[in-house]
């Protein structure tokens, strides 16, 4: 089983701030099958980035994934308000399909 | 509009089943993987069992394996994930999710990540 391992736990910055969440497998995620999602409260979560860089329909280009092997990064660039939630990442390389624990990203 | 909604939900003691449903719309449910995700109360989100596309292959957690059954039945464009011996720490909303399919010319690639989930239904085993 690929244990995803989501760093920091919780992340505080202020609107207009550059917001960097990394996420770190246990072995090889094959074919940078890594995916993330954004969970506002109440909320089911939303797709991000698939393919470790890969935007999802309708996400702004604020939002960018980078990374393969082991290693992967969300970047959000000049946060919004809205983007204030918790960040998934997932591999779907093999199954078990894993997902990281989150990372909170809350106003300063 | 592409939709997904669960139901099946409910207060169930331990050792006790419930079968979860999930009514898909709006596309055709019969070419896309689906996945069911549970998220414990305050928790994060942990990846519960997938089926591929006709339902031939499936897929578990070590958490939920020989007690769970997941299943489709695409003549009804609907999910299930059978739950028997339920534990205490199975209480969660479950949310069923679909998968991606990409068509390439004659090459079709089925993807275990999730692009539409429906709101969720609320299990929760105690006595």
């Known amino acids: 089983e690929i244990v995803l391992t989501q760093s920091p736990g919780t992340l505080s910055l202020s609107p207009g701030e550059r917001a960097t969440l990394s996420c770190r497998a246990s072995?090889?995620?094959?074919?940078?099958?890594l995916a993330w999602y954004q969970q506002k409260p109440g909320q089911a979560p939303g797709l991000l980035i698939y393919?470790?860089?890969s935007r999802a329909t309708g996400i702004p280009d604020r939002f960018s994934g980078t990374g393969s092997g082991t290693d992967f990064t969300l970047t959000i660039s000049r946060l919004e308000p809205g983007d204030f939630a918790v960040y998934y990442c997932q591999q779907y390389g093999s199954s078990p399909y894993t997902f990281g624990q989150g990372t909170k990203l809350e106003i300063k | 509009e592409v939709q997904l909604v669960e139901s099946g939900g409910g207060l169930v003691q331990p050792g006790g089943s419930l079968r979860l449903s999930c009514a898909a719309s709006?596309?055709?449910?019969?070419?896309?993987?689906m996945t069911w995700v549970r998220q414990a109360p305050g928790k994060g989100l942990e990846w519960v069992s997938s089926?591929?596309?006709?339902?031939?292959?499936?897929y578990y957690a070590d958490s939920v394996k020989g007690r769970f059954t997941i299943s489709r039945d695409n003549s009804k464009n609907t999910l299930y994930l059978q739950m028997n011996s339920l534990r205490a720490e199975d209480t969660a909303v479950y949310y069923c999710a679909k998968g991606i399919t990409m068509i390439r010319g004659v090459i079709t690639t089925y993807y275990y990540y999730m692009d539409v989930w429906g709101k969720g239904t609320t299990v929760t085993v105690s006595s």
């Open positions: 393919g470790a860089s």
């Open positions: 709006g596309f055709t449910f019969s070419i896309y993987a």
């Open positions: 089926i591929s596309y006709s339902g031939s292959s499936t």
């Open positions: 072995q090889s995620v094959s074919s940078s099958y």
